[in-house]
């Protein structure tokens, strides 16, 4: 069955406007650059497509390094502010037996994101889709700016939902969730959410089909770890994929969502059927799992996913 379809004719097909954090992954060798929304940025740009990353940087070495990285890579840097006040953000990575934790700091300069300019920056792009998430609205600076981002136009919005303690509460993910169109989570952060907004049910497929009603969704995607994904659509469809096949080599699984995310909004946009779409970002996904931290440093690391795809 074929993804549902969107007007998007007045709209940049190959464009993806992404609205969130940029931080560094600190690991106890070192760090990597990452953020949920930076990550799919980045893959999103290796596969072909024009993502525009709405974020804010500081004035430091870590600033200057996602810069670089950026252009490295021929990203679009339209969107990146400097912050003079605020450091670039910074998340601690702790690898454990049941796999890795986040100690995230607080008033980073993502928090500061100025909604003027991500009004400008997001009007001029033109999107085919608009990707958020929920850590970059815990202050008020960034929220007005999100805000200002999910009033663009028609384009399908993308809510990439990232519950990171402490930084996440019932009013913040109320709102997101309205503004949303399509949302992705896991299933332990889908079981959050039956407490947290009382959903009726007794199944996770009664659950989404509750939190689909209640918030007028059109898609809704769980991801479930080396068990696979789901995708339940508003007319109560359920699409599955199983597990990939563990990697032979394997390292963590951070950023192993947002790949799978990232080859989910991919195949949105080249309008795969939903069950190729599921394999393919699941695929990624395990792939990933073969390197240190979200994203590999060489590119090559996609060349055969690209042509398997066709995307080369």
């Known amino acids: 069955m074929a993804l549902p379809q969107y007007d998007l004719k007045s709209h940049n097909r190959l464009a993806v406007a992404i609205f969130g954090e940029v931080l560094a992954d600190i690991f106890p060798d070192g760090g990597v650059l990452g953020g949920a929304p930076f990550n799919v ?8 497509l024009r993502p525009v990353m709405i974020t804010r940087i500081g004035q430091d070495d870590l600033g200057r390094e996602l810069l670089d990285t950026m252009q490295r890579l021929e990203m679009d840097t339209s969107g990146v502010q400097v912050d003079p006040n605020h450091p670039t953000g910074q998340v601690k990575v702790h690898l454990g037996e049941q796999g ?3 100690e995230i700091l607080p008033s980073q300069a993502y928090d500061y994101i100025n909604a003027g300019v991500t009004h400008m920056v997001t009007m001029a792009t033109k999107p085919a889709l608009v990707y958020f998430g929920t850590l970059a609205q ?3 600076e960034s929220r007005l700016a999100v805000d200002n981002f999910l009033n663009y136009g028609t384009s399908p919005r993308f809510l990439d939902i990232n519950l990171r303690e402490p930084w996440f509460d019932k009013h913040t993910v109320r709102r997101s969730l309205l503004r949303a169109d399509i949302v992705k989570l896991n299933n332990e952060e889908l079981a959050t959410l039956v407490t947290m907004l009382r959903l009726p049910g007794h199944t996770p497929q009664e659950h ?5 009603k209640r918030f007028n969704l059109d898609m809704l995607l769980v991801t479930e770890g080396e068990q696979g994904a789901w995708l339940m659509e508003n007319n109560g469809r359920v699409s599955a994929v199983q597990g990939a096949k563990p990697p032979q080599v394997f390292v963590d699984t951070v950023g192993a969502g947002d790949a799978f995310a990232a080859a989910f909004i991919l195949g949105f946009l080249k309008e795969w059927p939903i069950e190729l779409t599921l394999s393919r970002a699941n695929q990624f996904a395990a792939a990933l799992c073969r390197v240190r931290g979200a994203a590999p440093s ?3 690391f996609y060349a055969p996913f690209k042509r398997e795809w066709t995307l080369a």
């Open 100 to 102: 890795h934790k986040f």
């Open 208 to 212: 989404a089909a509750a939190l689909i």
């Open 138 to 140: 815990r202050n008020m």
């Open 298 to 300: 060489d590119t090559t």
């Open 41 to 48: 940025a980045r893959h999103l740009q290796a596969f072909g």
